[in-house]
């Protein structure tokens, strides 16, 4: 899994404090909702030329630790 921890922000005042790629608008939820609907990864880059693919496998490792943390959380 990718350390995300350099990639990921999350600023108070930025996006609702959601977690953004380097401190960008666009947010973890964003790329999860892109690929949900069957973008690929090629067609995220060419239309956000600014991320790359480090930041998508960024976005889903912290969500995969997102999702561990609950899961522990509720158990």
């Known amino acids: ?38 973008m690929t990864i090629q067609d995220i880059l060419a239309d956000f030329n600014e991320l790359t693919e480090t930041d998508i496998f960024a976005a889903l490792s912290y969500a995969a630790d997102r999702e561990n943390k609950i899961y522990q959380l509720a158990v």
């Open 1 to 38: 899994m990718i350390d995300y921890k350099q990639i990921i922000t999350i600023e108070p005042g930025k996006r609702g404090g959601k977690a953004c790629i380097r401190g960008m608008r666009i947010t973890v939820s964003d790329i999860l909702g892109w690929l949900a609907a069957g």
